[in-house]
């Protein structure tokens, strides 16, 4: 069973930067696709990313593209969310799961999430 942990959230001014990571507590995160999910107060869960075990393939939402971008280090077991441009609506609480052996949208695992707030 996978234990998902999230870092890096915060509180930051509009267009500012955060960079999100995500590791698990036995160093297996290497095997399986990344995903990352969001949700704000009142508004529905939604998929930002994904990235597969390898790294070499990653998916956006249309919210997103162009300002976050997906990545890992497998050597460190570590899958990061570096978000850029950040808006007021983007503010809400960032999970970090498991979707198995590739990018499918079906979560084994979440995280605890960590909030990000974007705010003057």
């Known amino acids: 069973q996978l234990q998902l942990v999230e870092s890096g959230g915060g509180l930051v001014q509009p267009g500012g930067s955060l960079r999100l990571s995500c590791v698990d507590s036995?160093?297996?995160?290497?095997?399986?696709?990344i995903g990352w999910f969001r949700q704000a107060p009142g508004k529905e869960r939604e998929e930002l990313a994904c990235?597969?075990?390898?790294?070499?393939?990653?998916n956006y939402a249309d919210s997103v593209k162009g300002r976050f971008t997906i990545s890992r280090d497998n050597a460190k077991g570590t899958v990061y969310l570096q978000m850029d441009s950040l808006k007021p609506d983007d503010t809400a609480i960032y999970y970090c799961t498991s979707e198995g052996s590739y990018c499918s949208g079906y979560v084994y695992y979440w995280g605890q999430g960590t909030q990000v707030t974007v705010s003057s």
């Open positions: 036995e160093f297996t995160l290497e095997y399986y696709a």
């Open positions: 990235i597969s075990p390898s790294g070499g393939r990653a």
